[in-house]
């Protein structure tokens, strides 16, 4: 793949999209960022806030039956509604494929190390560009209610430490002591020391501005509808109203949306949307208590983040195609979650009900990397519920790649055409 000497474009103003043009802007490159809507419309603005480095792939041993008790229960922490979709059949039967623990040995030697790396760009970041985004590099705590969540919990601390990360085993009574809000009846959980804090949506805003203030230019309410390509090379994107805007890079970095443009460029991937929830619930008389500390309820797979004034319940998994459509059952249950879990959770009012898109692979590993088929175009997709967490070292490795450095880890097992 030869250099981008001229303007990359990238296509997405999500974390993933911004990150590779904040690094592409610092290496003096000319680029261009097209947003569809507006920053912090999709699935990036949204999430529990959580930087979680160290986490293994969605796909591993025991999911596959997980997913099958629970897919016809849309108060469940995966739903899938019953419908007729060959794609979704195709992705579930190759998802069952990578369900083993060889597969999540193999992946760790990936995300590992790169989720390290990521955690410390966040740093650079944040003290570099003065970003004010409520960045806490405080670690956070999963919660377990029950022996059985316990003993799942405990399995994944050797794996973890394999790759140096100082993941804890911690007792009810210490939790409660760090988190009075907590419940009696918390038998214990897990912290993450090397896990950060941050508000996704000032991130986001404030990553723009830096970028700007590095040359980047932002066009916002820019769909893009087709690539620009001749002899084997893109040239460009086509926007919704005709116009083209040249370049001799593009990124695909659309997550969910990105499948139409990347048949274009000759690339098929195997992307299934993934909707999250969160409900946004003020704090104060009549609110959601003040909670100290950030935790995952580990058996309803929901976070309970405090951002500045408000607590942040976000998780869930639905697949349910590409739509933005709020399933009330879903909604309701992230109160009903926490209330197992935390004191003063019976009543307070959602502020914010939102719903957002994360793009899942098959084998639950991002894409990263060059289309083989067209040059010039690369692919930034598929973090799923890691997006957050490593969008700076993607953004970087993407950076890398496109300038024409060799990038700090090796990409093959992320390549965009691996299936």
Request: charged residues 20%.
């Amino acid at each position: 793949m030869a250099t981008a000497t001229g303007r990359t474009i990238v296509v997405g103003g999500g974390v993933i999209g911004l990150c590779t043009a904040y690094y592409l802007a610092k290496e003096g490159m000319d680029v261009c960022v097209l947003e569809r809507d507006r920053i912090g419309s999709g699935a990036s603005s949204g999430n529990a806030g959580a930087v979680a480095p160290g986490h293994g792939p969605m796909a591993k041993p025991g999911r596959i039956l997980q997913a099958l008790r629970w897919m016809g229960d849309p108060t469940s922490p995966l739903y899938m509604p019953p419908r007729f979709n060959p794609s979704l059949f195709r992705w579930l039967w190759t998802f069952r494929r990578y369900c083993t623990e060889a597969h999540v040995l193999r992946s760790m030697q990936t995300l590992g190390p790169l989720g390290h790396d990521s955690r410390d760009l966040f740093d650079e970041l944040v003290r570099e560009e003065g970003l004010a985004c409520h960045y806490r590099p405080t670690g956070y705590y999963e919660v377990y209610r029950t022996e059985k969540g316990m003993a799942g919990a405990r399995e994944e601390i050797p794996l973890q430490r394999a790759y140096g990360y100082d993941t804890q085993e911690v007792a009810g009574e210490t939790l409660r002591e760090y988190e009075p809000a907590l419940k009696p009846g918390t038998l214990g959980g897990l912290f993450f020391p090397e896990a950060a804090v941050v508000d996704p949506l000032l991130f986001l805003e404030e990553l723009a501005e830096a970028a700007i203030s590095r040359g980047m230019t932002l066009r916002t309410g820019a769909e893009v509808k087709s690539l620009v390509a001749s002899h084997g090379k893109v040239g460009g994107v086509r926007l919704a109203h005709g116009e083209v805007v040249d370049g001799d890079a593009v990124v695909l970095a659309t997550g969910a949306y990105s499948l139409k443009l990347a048949r274009i460029g000759g690339l098929s991937l195997p992307i299934q949307p993934a909707k999250g929830y969160h409900r946004d619930l003020p704090v104060g008389f009549g609110g959601a208590p003040e909670m100290n500390i950030t935790v995952m309820l580990g058996e309803r797979y929901v976070f309970c983040t405090p951002l500045g004034g408000f607590l942040r319940l976000a998780g869930t998994l639905e697949l349910s195609g590409l739509n933005h459509r709020m399933v009330g059952p879903r909604l309701s249950n992230l109160n009903e979650s926490a209330a197992k879990y935390v004191e003063g959770m019976e009543n307070p009012v959602s502020t914010d009900d939102w719903v957002g898109l994360r793009p899942v692979t098959p084998d639950g590993m991002p894409m990263i990397g060059a289309a083989p088929s067209l040059e010039g175009l690369y692919v930034a997709n598929g973090h799923a519920m890691l997006g957050l967490t490593l969008g700076p070292i993607t953004g970087k490795l993407m950076a890398d790649m496109i300038v024409g450095k060799k990038p700090s880890r090796d990409l093959a097992p992320l390549r965009p055409d691996r299936f």
